[in-house]
């Protein structure tokens, strides 16, 4: 039961005349409930296919299927929705808006979805004391630390309650210590909110600490 799959997704860039292969007719399942770590080099491609699985571009080949739907034929209207109400993302900088406060940061994308104010909020301020930020609600993204900055960000992720977890070096600007306990955080948030999650990481402690550990080797996803 796949909450996200890739099957035969190819996706090459040019660099002048010459391809570059990143993905070659690559499949992965993410199970409904697991959390996997994608662990690969720098410029191997784990944007790359971050950005595919969560319909940010296009493969040039393949399909990836999120909550059972073919999106390959899909207009780019149909995978914003579905990529709004199914997928959130964390990144390893925040891209929280500054003018806001964190609390905001993760009513308004709630509203966008069409929540009522009270209930945008109740909802946020639950997921925000879940990733132990709660005391800081009322804070702009520039008064919170780097970790703090991450939970909220992590909060903002998961506010329009998807069914996947896309994040690509949420702790890769955080000291071992933040990113350990940022990494517990969003691991409870996951496991309670029944998520699934693909998580590319360096940090090897906190890969062995997913179901399963992915890389990417000559295009393809293969377990390790
Ligand atoms: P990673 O996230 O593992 O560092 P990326 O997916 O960002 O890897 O990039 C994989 C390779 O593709 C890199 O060599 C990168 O320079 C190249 N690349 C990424 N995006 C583009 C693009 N839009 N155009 C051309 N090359 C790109
Ligand atoms: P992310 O923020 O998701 O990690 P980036 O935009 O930083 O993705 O891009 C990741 C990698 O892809 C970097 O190595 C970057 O240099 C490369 N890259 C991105 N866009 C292009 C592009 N248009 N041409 C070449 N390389 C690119």
Request: hydrophobic residues 45%; proline residues 5%; aromatic residues 6%.
């Given at each position: 039961?796949?909450?996200?799959?890739?099957?035969?997704?190819?996706?090459?860039?040019?660099?002048?005349?010459?391809?570059?292969?990143?993905?070659?007719?690559?499949?992965?399942?993410?199970?409904?409930?697991?959390?996997?770590?994608?662990?690969?080099?720098?410029?191997?491609?784990?944007?790359?296919?971050?950005?595919?699985?969560?319909?940010?571009?296009?493969?040039?080949?393949?399909?990836?299927i999120v909550n059972g739907k073919s999106c390959g034929k899909?207009?780019?209207?149909?995978?914003?929705?579905?990529?709004?109400?199914?997928?959130?993302?964390?990144?390893?900088?925040?891209?929280?808006?500054?003018?806001?406060?964190?609390?905001?940061?993760?009513?308004?994308?709630?509203?966008?979805?069409?929540?009522?104010?009270?209930?945008?909020?109740?909802?946020?301020?639950?997921?925000?004391?879940?990733?132990?930020?709660?005391?800081?609600?009322?804070?702009?993204?520039?008064?919170?630390s780097g970790g703090e900055q991450q939970r909220v960000a992590?909060?903002?992720?998961?506010?329009?309650?998807?069914?996947?977890?896309?994040?690509?070096?949420?702790?890769?600007?955080?000291?071992?210590?933040?990113?350990?306990?940022?990494?517990?955080?969003?691991?409870?948030?996951?496991?309670?909110?029944?998520?699934?999650?693909?998580?590319?990481?360096?940090?090897?402690?906190?890969?062995?600490?997913?179901?399963r550990r992915v890389t990417l080797a000559e295009g393809k996803?293969?377990?390790?």
């Open positions: 039961d796949a909450a996200l799959a890739l099957v035969g997704v190819s996706r090459r860039y040019h660099e002048g005349t010459k391809p570059l292969v990143i993905l070659d007719e690559a499949d992965f399942t993410l199970r409904r409930g697991e959390m996997v770590a994608l662990v690969a080099p720098s410029g191997a491609g784990k944007s790359t296919l971050l950005h595919t699985a969560g319909l940010l571009e296009r493969p040039d080949a393949g399909e990836v899909l207009s780019d209207d149909d995978r914003t929705a579905i990529r709004r109400n199914e997928v959130g993302f964390v990144y390893q900088f925040h891209h929280l808006l500054p003018e806001f406060s964190a609390l905001e940061n993760v009513v308004i994308p709630q509203l966008v979805r069409g929540l009522s104010q009270k209930e945008a909020q109740d909802r946020a301020m639950q997921l925000l004391d879940y990733m132990k930020i709660g005391p800081r609600a009322e804070h702009r993204p520039a008064e919170l992590i909060a903002r992720a998961v506010a329009n309650a998807p069914l996947v977890l896309l994040a690509d070096e949420p702790t890769g600007n955080l000291d071992p210590h933040t990113a350990g306990y940022v990494f517990d955080a969003m691991e409870a948030l996951v496991r309670h909110s029944g998520l699934s999650a693909l998580i590319a990481t360096h940090n090897h402690d906190l890969a062995a600490r997913m179901d996803v293969v377990d390790f």
